[in-house]
C-alpha cells in the first residue's frame, strides 16, 4: 500500500519553536511513507525526555514509557512479536545515560530494532543540565564551574557493543537523515542513528558547523559505501589513511590526489576504520558508516523454537507433563 | 529386627556441598511417593558459594517429611540423621529427634575432618552428647571403594557414587524397594550407562549392608499408606510448578508465553524450566538486569504476549518502576517473586515473607497492584495460574509470591487437567468499537481494553504519563488524575477472588490461626495438633492478599482470640489492621530464614489460649 507522511502523523507537537524534533518528526514521517510498513503494524517506543514525547505525534501503536527504559521495552515488544517493525527513539541522556545498559545490550544482541539518538548533547526537560554527551568543561545549571568528565561518543559506545549498524544525519537535513532512517530499516538488526539536533534554549549551537546545507558543505561528509570519500564545497578534500588512523587532505597538497582517498566500506566486518571516520570531529561523518550482515537475535530465538519443536515430541501442556517420572496411586 | 508401624517420618540428608545430598534425598522422596506415601521436603543449601571441603558452612542438607496420610510439612527434627562427614554430624544434629538413628560414615571423622568441624576430642559422640547405641556407624568410605574396585573407575569417580550407600542403607532402613530407585537412576544417567550402573551397585551394596550388619541394631520403619487419592502423580518442587502453571495459562489463553528475567536465588529455576520447553513455544529472555527483565517483559505484553518476570526481594526493588508503569498503562503482566531473606542481600537461600507490604506499596504514586501467596510446592501451580488469569482478563500486572521454603521444597502433585481449569478470556477491544473506541475506555468491571498491535484501526498510545479518562491523551487535569486514580483503585478492588475458607473447628474454635503463603503447612500441623489435644482451634490461610476476600472481616471478627502468624514482623496483620476495622490480633513473628517449627507453634498458640 502507498502512503504518504499524512498517514503517519498525528496531534500538535509541543516542543519549543526551532527545536531539533520538529525536523526530526517531518523526516521521520516521511521516511516510514517511503518504507511502506502499515502504521497498525509499527510501534514506536520512547522512554522520557523532550525527544521521547515523538511517539504521540505518530498515527502508529505506540508507547512514551519511563527514562532509559525504551530500549528494553522495545526489545520485549519485538521479540514477542516479530512481526512489528519496532522503532526507538531516545534522547542522549535517555539512551546513553539512565538507559545505557539497555542501548549496548540491544546492540550487542543485535535485535532487530531501529533505533534512534537524538542527540542535542543536554538535558532538555529537565531545564539544562549537561548529559552524557556533553565535552569536557561544559558549563550547565548543573555543572557552573565545567564538567570535570569526558563524554561518550555513541558510534564508540555502539561498537564496542559490537553494534552491526550505526548511521548520523543532521535533524535539519530532511534527505539525509530519511536516507540513514531508510538504511536503518533495511538493515536488519539493531541499527543505530546519531540524529545531531539543536536544542534552541538550553544548549543553542551545539551542531552549529554542521546544522545548515553551507555549514555541512564545508565541514561535513557524506559518506556512501563503495564511493571516495571526497567532501568541500566542490570535492577538494578527501579522507586518506594516516598511520594508524584516517586524515582530511586536500587534494593537490603535499603530494596527495584523489588516487590516495580511501573508498568507503560501510560492509567491511573489521569497524577499525569505521570507527575512525565516526569519530573525525573534521569533517563530521554523516550517512551509514557501519552496515554489517550479522544474524539478529528475534530470528535466532523464532529459529531455535521451530528447531526444538522439530526435535521434542511433547508439544502441549499435557504431553509436558508426561516427561516426568509419574506413578499411579490406585 | 524390629519393624515400627509409624504414622510419619522424617529423614535428613546431610553431608558436604559436594557430596550430593539433594540428589540421594529426591531420589528417597520419589521412591517414598511411589509407594503411596504422602511427601514434603526442604532442600537446605549452605549460603557460601563453594566452602572448603568439610568446613562447617559447607554443609548442606535435604529433609523430607514422609506420611501414611497427608504430611503438610517437611518436619520439624528428623526421625533419622544421614551425616557424610564430622562437619554435618556437627551442624546438623540440632535437627534430630532426642531418639534419631544417626547413619554416619566414620571414614570422615578423621583428626583433620573433627578439626575442620571444631571438634575438640577424638570422641565426638561423647562431645555431642549422642548414644552410641542410636548411631549406624560404617566406614562408608571404603565400602564404596571395595563395591567398585574392579569398576575400573578412578578414586574420585568411586567418591562420587557415596550418597548412594547412604541412600541404600536408608532404603533397607525403610523397607524400600530398591528397583524404584535402579530406574530413576537409570533414565537419569540414560547417556551414561556406566554411572548408572556404578551408582545401582553401590544402592545395592548399601542396602545389604544394612541387612546383614545392622537387624539387630536399628529399626525398620513402615509407613503404611493410607487416604490415598487415586490419580497419577509426579514430584514437583515450587518453581517447577510455578513455571508450569504460567505454561498451562498461556495454552488456555492461547498466548505466546514470554519470561524476561534475570538469574537471582531462589527463583533462577523458573527461568531454567521455562527455557527448556522451547518446543511448547516459550520465548525466555535472559536480560542485561531485573530492570530490563520486567521492562522487555511489559514491552512482550503490550504486543500481545503472556508477559512474566521472575526475580527475588531485591529484583523486586529494581522491578518496581516497571511494575508501575504497567499499573498506569493497564496492561497484564505477572510479576513473581520467591522471597527470601532481606533486606538487601540480606539471607539469599533461606526464606522469609518479607515482602509483602513492598508488593502491596512499594511503588510511588497510587498504584494498587492484586497479590496473590503460594500455600505449597504444589499450590504454586494453581497460584500460577490464578495469577496469569487475573492479569490478562483484568488488564493489569499481578504479583505472585511464593518463598524459597515453597519453591525449593517438593510434594507429590497430581497431574492437572487442563480441561478443567477455567478458561482464560482477555478483554481484547472489540471489532465494532472502530472508529469510537479509545485506550481508556472501560467495559462493565471497570477493565479496559486489549488492542494488540497488528489490528487495523486500533493504533493507540500508552505511556507513564496521566491520561485523559476520554480521549486516552496526555492529561494533568486535577479532577481527572483524581478520576483515573479511583479508577484504577476501583478496577482491583472488583476482582472476584474466592472467600476465605475456614479449617478445624469453624463453628465454635476458640482461636483462629491466620497466615499466608508459604507457612499453611506448618500453621496447618500446628492447628491439628492442637485438636488431637482436644483444643478448640480454627485455621484460615490467605491466598488472595489483594484484593481481600468479601468475607474476610467476617471470618477475623468471629473468633474470640486471634493470632496471625508470618515469617516477618506482622505486614499481614499490619494489611489486616488497615482494610478491618477494629481488628487487633495477636501476633507470632519469627524472621529466622528458617522455616517455622510446629513444636513452637503449638507452645506459643496454647498459651495465646490459656491467657
Known amino acids: ?330 | 529386627m524390629e519393624i515400627k508401624e509409624k504414622e510419619s517420618v522424617v529423614v535428613r540428608f546431610s553431608g558436604d556441598s559436594g557430596d550430593g545430598m539433594q540428589l540421594a534425598g529426591n531420589i528417597f522422596s520419589t521412591v517414598s511417593a511411589t509407594v503411596g506415601n504422602s511427601i514434603s521436603t526442604f532442600p537446605d543449601y549452605p549460603a557460601d558459594i563453594r566452602a572448603p571441603q568439610g568446613s562447617l558452612t559447607g554443609v548442606s542438607g535435604f529433609q523430607v517429611h514422609i506420611g501414611a496420610g497427608q504430611v503438610f510439612t517437611p518436619g520439624d527434627q528428623c526421625d533419622v540423621l544421614v551425616a557424610m562427614n564430622a562437619a554435618a554430624l556437627k551442624t546438623q544434629y540440632k535437627f534430630a529427634k532426642s531418639d534419631a538413628a544417626i547413619i554416619i560414615d566414620t571414614d570422615s571423622f578423621g583428626p583433620k575432618d573433627l578439626e575442620k568441624a571444631q571438634f575438640k576430642t577424638e570422641d565426638y559422640l561423647g562431645e555431642m552428647g549422642i548414644d552410641p547405641d542410636r548411631v549406624i556407624a560404617c566406614p562408608l568410605t571404603t565400602m564404596v571403594k571395595d563395591c567398585l574396585a574392579d569398576s575400573g573407575m578412578d578414586v574420585k569417580s568411586m567418591l562420587k557414587c557415596r550418597n548412594m550407600f547412604a541412600l541404600g542403607l536408608v532404603c533397607w532402613l525403610f523397607d524400600r524397594d530398591l528397583d524404584i530407585a535402579f530406574n530413576f537412576l537409570k533414565e537419569k544417567f540414560a547417556k551414561k550407562p556406566g554411572i548408572a550402573e556404578a551408582n545401582i551397585k553401590v544402592i545395592q551394596a548399601g542396602y545389604d549392608y544394612g541387612h546383614n550388619t545392622h537387624s539387630s541394631v536399628a529399626n525398620v520403619y513402615r509407613i503404611e499408606t493410607k487416604n490415598k487419592v487415586p490419580g497419577r502423580y509426579m514430584d514437583i518442587t515450587g518453581n517447577k510448578a510455578t513455571a508450569y502453571g504460567f505454561i498451562a495459562a498461556a495454552e488456555k489463553a492461547g498466548l505466546k508465553l514470554y519470561l524476561g528475567s534475570y538469574p537471582i536465588t531462589p527463583a533462577t529455576d523458573v527461568l531454567h524450566e521455562l527455557s527448556k520447553h522451547k518446543s511448547l513455544g516459550v520465548t525466555t529472555v535472559q536480560c542485561e538486569d531485573e530492570i530490563s527483565g520486567c521492562a522487555s517483559a511489559l514491552g512482550a505484553s503490550f504486543a500481545g504476549a503472556l508477559a512474566v518476570t521472575s526475580t527475588s526481594g531485591p529484583g523486586i526493588c529494581l522491578k518496581s518502576e516497571a511494575m508501575n508503569l504497567a499499573v498506569i498503562m493497564e496492561l497484564p503482566l505477572v510479576v513473581l517473586d520467591v522471597q527470601r531473606g532481606g533486606p538487601a542481600t540480606g539471607l539469599p537461600t533461606k526464606s522469609e515473607q518479607t515482602d509483602l507490604l513492598q508488593a502491596l506499596f512499594g511503588r510511588n504514586g497510587e498504584s494498587p497492584m492484586p497479590v496473590i501467596a503460594a500455600a505449597s510446592p504444589t499450590d504454586c501451580f494453581d497460584a500460577a495460574y490464578a495469577a496469569c488469569k487475573m492479569a490478562l482478563e483484568h488488564m493489569t500486572p499481578v504479583i505472585l509470591m511464593t518463598d524459597a521454603f515453597v519453591a525449593n521444597g517438593s510434594g507429590a502433585f497430581k497431574l492437572p487437567n487442563l480441561a478443567e481449569y477455567p478458561a482464560i478470556n482477555p478483554p481484547y477491544v472489540l471489532e465494532e468499537l472502530k472508529g469510537t473506541w479509545t485506550p481508556y475506555m472501560r467495559a462493565e468491571n471497570g477493565t479496559r481494553y486489549w488492542a494488540v498491535p497488528g489490528r487495523q484501526g486500533f493504533e493507540h498510545i500508552l505511556g507513564g504519563l496521566e491520561k485523559d479518562d476520554k480521549t486516552g491523551a496526555i492529561s494533568t487535569n486535577p479532577e481527572n488524575h483524581d478520576l483515573m486514580t479511583r479508577k484504577r483503585q476501583a478496577k482491583i478492588d472488583a476482582i472476584p477472588v474466592p472467600d476465605l475458607e475456614v479449617l478445624g473447628d469453624k463453628d465454635d474454635a476458640e482461636l483462629l490461626i491466620v497466615g499466608f503463603g508459604g507457612t499453611f503447612g506448618h500453621l496447618h500441623a500446628a492447628m491439628d495438633e492442637m485438636r488431637a489435644q482436644g483444643k478448640k482451634v480454627a485455621m484460615a490461610h490467605f491466598k488472595f492478599i489483594n484484593p481481600l476476600p468479601k468475607n474476610t472481616a467476617e471470618v477475623l471478627k468471629k473468633y474470640p482470640k486471634v493470632v496471625v502468624a508470618e515469617q516477618n514482623m506482622g505486614q499481614l496483620a499490619g494489611w489486616l489492621r488497615m482494610k478491618v476495622d477494629g481488628f487487633v490480633p495477636a501476633q507470632f513473628n519469627q524472621v529466622k530464614g528458617q522455616p517455622f517449627v510446629v513444636a513452637e507453634l503449638v507452645e506459643n498458640f496454647t498459651q495465646l489460649l490459656n491467657k
Open chain 1, 1 to 330: 500500500m502507498a502512503y504518504t507522511q499524512n498517514d503517519f502523523k498525528k496531534g500538535q507537537p509541543r516542543w519549543c519553536p526551532g527545536c531539533g524534533d520538529h525536523f526530526f518528526l517531518a523526516s521521520l514521517h516521511k521516511a516510514m511513507a517511503e518504507i511502506g510498513v502499515d502504521p497498525w503494524n509499527t510501534a514506536v517506543i520512547s522512554g522520557i525526555g523532550c525527544s521521547s514525547r515523538l511517539p504521540h505525534y505518530m498515527a502508529t501503536y505506540g508507547m512514551n514509557t519511563i527514562h532509559g527504559r525504551a530500549a528494553a521495552i522495545a526489545t520485549g515488544a519485538k521479540v514477542a512479536n516479530p512481526n512489528l517493525t519496532v522503532w526507538q527513539v531516545s534522547g542522549d541522556g535517555d539512551g546513553l545515560a539512565i538507559g545505557g545498559n539497555h542501548f549496548i545490550h540491544a546492540n550487542r544482541r543485535n535485535i532487530n530494532l531501529n533505533m534512534i539518538l537524538l542527540n542535542n548533547r543536554i538535558y532538555g526537560l529537565t531545564k539544562g543540565q549537561y548529559s552524557p554527551t556533553s565535552p569536557r568543561g561544559f558549563v550547565s545549571k548543573s555543572s557552573p564551574y565545567g564538567t570535570v568528565e569526558d563524554p561518550f561518543r555513541p558510534a564508540e559506545l555502539c561498537f564496542g557493543a559490537r553494534g552491526h549498524f550505526f548511521a548520523r544525519a543532521v535533524a535539519t537535513d530532511a534527505p539525509g537523515t530519511i536516507e540513514v532512517l531508510k538504511a536503518a530499516y533495511e538493515h536488519k538488526g539493531a541499527s543505530v542513528c546519531e540524529i545531531l539536533q539543536n536544542c534552541v534554549i538550553f544548549n543553542n549551537g551545539t551542531h552549529d558547523a554542521v546544522y545548515d546545507k553551507a555549514g555541512r558543505a564545508k565541514n561535513a561528509i557524506y559518506l556512501k559505501h563503495g564511493e571516495k570519500m571526497l567532501f568541500g564545497e566542490n570535492n577538494e578534500y578527501g579522507i586518506v589513511q594516516d598511520g594508524f588512523g584516517v586524515k582530511a587532505v586536500k587534494l593537490g597538497e603535499d603530494g596527495y590526489t584523489e588516487a590516495d582517498v580511501l573508498i568507503h566500506d560501510a560492509k567491511c566486518e573489521d569497524n577499525t576504520l569505521q570507527l575512525k571516520l565516526a569519530e573525525m570531529e573534521w569533517p563530521v561523518a554523516l550517512g551509514v558508516i557501519r552496515d554489517v550482515v550479522a544474524p539478529t537475535y528475534d530470528d535466532c530465538v523464532t529459529a531455535q523454537i521451530e528447531e526444538v519443536k522439530a526435535q521434542k515430541k511433547y508439544h502441549n501442556f499435557a504431553e509436558l507433563l508426561e516427561t516426568n517420572d509419574i506413578w499411579e496411586v490406585k
